[in-house]
């Protein structure tokens, strides 16, 4: 959607650490998402993080958020070759039980041996 | 448990006809989004339903697109008069109501002739 950009495309060797970013424009959003996407599969969650916080981390997955730059990242560690695929960065603006997201166009993500 | 399923996950029509997908949400899971996904664009939100009923159906593009759920599980998305610019991948989303991750189905990819 037009309220998240993020760069199309990513190339990083296998082994390395990779970094995809994401900024949005709505300051009310409520939860950042990071989906991962593989060729003709859905989506699957990877993480998230509440606006409140700055920093979360789960197993090689690192998630930055700077509020006021309205900037996420997502850093995968020891980038494999399984870690090729799209990568959506999505917002939601909560409102009575409504989660409904908002998502950027994806990250191409192609890791190279 | 078993995720959300969709069905067909291929279905292929000719410009003009109805077309109807259908959304098997989680067991117990009272919200249920539909999204639209163009080629090369993230997902876009259609519709939300808590329960029965559509509690925001602010994504829909036009009146010949229309979303039940009529027993509060189970839901379709009906096409009337297809466009080939309806031409997408339909994803659905399910998850308990104020929880703030949603879980995908594999989608329904919808080719208008």
């Known amino acids: 959607g037009e309220d998240v950009e993020q760069s199309l495309f990513l190339s990083v060797r296998e082994g390395d650490s990779s970094v995809i970013n994401c900024t949005y424009t709505?300051?009310?959003?409520?939860?950042l998402y990071w989906y991962k996407q593989e060729p003709g599969a859905g989506l699957q969650l990877l993480t998230y993080i509440f606006s409140n916080m700055d920093m979360k981390q789960d197993q090689r997955l690192t998630v930055l958020l700077n509020k006021k730059d309205k900037h996420l990242s997502l850093r995968i560690a020891d980038t494999q070759t399984g870690d090729s695929a799209i990568y959506f960065c999505a917002e939601s603006k909560v409102s009575s039980n409504d989660y409904k997201l908002s998502f950027g166009a994806g990250t191409t993500v192609t890791v190279r041996a | 448990g078993a995720g959300v399923s969709q069905t067909p996950s291929n279905k292929v029509t000719e410009k003009g006809k109805y077309v109807e997908l259908r959304c098997d949400p989680i067991s117990g899971h009272t919200a249920l989004y539909w999204y639209r996904q163009s080629l090369g664009q993230g997902p876009e939100f259609l519709i939300y339903f808590q329960g029965t009923g559509a509690a925001d159906d602010s994504g829909l593009p036009n009146d010949r697109f229309f979303a039940v759920r009529p027993e509060g599980s189970v839901s379709t998305l009906k096409i009337q008069r297809t466009e080939r610019g309806d031409s997408a991948v339909y994803l659905c989303?399910?998850?308990?109501?104020?929880?703030?991750?949603?879980?995908f189905g594999p989608g329904t990819r919808l080719l208008v002739l």
């Open positions: 709505d300051s009310s959003s409520t939860y």
């Open positions: 989303a399910s998850s308990s109501t104020g929880e703030e991750t949603q879980y």
